[in-house]
């Protein structure tokens, strides 16, 4: 029940384009779905997080779209770059709960091709 | 830079050997964290200090073994590790667990081959 799983496991977009990664989530008490970024060579670095009570939150060409009643959240980057090319990781947590443990997805590697 | 610094960059050891990984933060926070993250596998959480005590061990084997002498120092410490141990390890820094702002800041990893 603590699994986050990732959809797809890489992904090919042109320049310009949109790129969605999926997550899915089974633990009802998760309440904060933050989105990982990491680049080769460097460790992950927070790119944008969303709480339940809202359906959609975006930052720049980046959105999040969360569903609870399907628990499903999805990364969307809009007009795509070549500079964000890296490997995304969703998280999800309980916050509050005595305990600082985020759960990853296994990883999505992202590749944006000129 | 995130402020969170790892040393070594790179680490290659024998299964015999004794070697340990040290992590730094400059950015005044109270918990740190190590995680291990291998290929095609989630972000595993191994352990979590707060304010200097631990308050997580994922049945981490015994063979890793933190320590936290400040705030602002995390070490794990490796012996007699497997070659199912090469990984890159993380360390990581929040203000403090179960705080409302759940930033975690990652460093650069210490990429670990045990031969």
């Known amino acids: 029940q603590q699994q986050v799983k990732q959809s797809p496991q890489s992904l090919i977009v042109q320049k310009g384009g949109i790129s969605i990664i999926n997550c899915a989530y089974e633990n009802t008490a998760f309440d904060y779905f933050p989105w990982y970024q990491q680049f080769p060579g460097k460790g992950p670095a927070l790119l944008i997080a969303?709480?339940?009570?809202?359906s959609e939150k975006k930052e720049g060409r980046f959105t999040i779209s969360f569903n609870k009643s399907a628990k499903q959240f999805s990364l969307h980057i809009m007009d795509s770059q070549p500079g964000d090319s890296a490997t995304y990781f969703c998280a999800a947590m309980v916050v509050g709960a005595g305990s600082y443990q985020l759960t990853f997805g296994k990883g999505t590697k992202l590749s944006v091709i000129p | 830079e995130t402020g969170v610094t790892q040393t070594p960059r790179h680490l290659v050891m024998g299964m015999t050997n004794k070697k340990s990984l040290k992590c730094e933060q400059h950015?005044?926070?109270?918990?740190m964290y190590w995680y291990k993250q291998s290929a095609k596998k989630p972000l595993e959480l191994m352990f979590v200090y707060n304010f200097k005590e631990q308050t997580e061990n994922n049945s981490v084997p015994s063979r890793f073994s933190p320590e936290c002498p400040n705030s602002s120092h995390l070490f794990l410490h490796l012996h007699t590790l497997q070659p199912e141990d090469s990984a890159l390890y993380l360390c990581?820094?929040?203000?403090?667990?179960?705080?409302?702002?759940?930033?975690?800041?990652f460093g650069s990893g210490t990429q670990l081959s045990v031969l």
């Open positions: 969303i709480r339940p009570d809202v």
């Open positions: 990581a820094s929040s203000q403090a667990q179960g705080a409302t702002n759940e930033k975690l800041f």
């Open positions: 950015l005044g926070h109270n918990a």
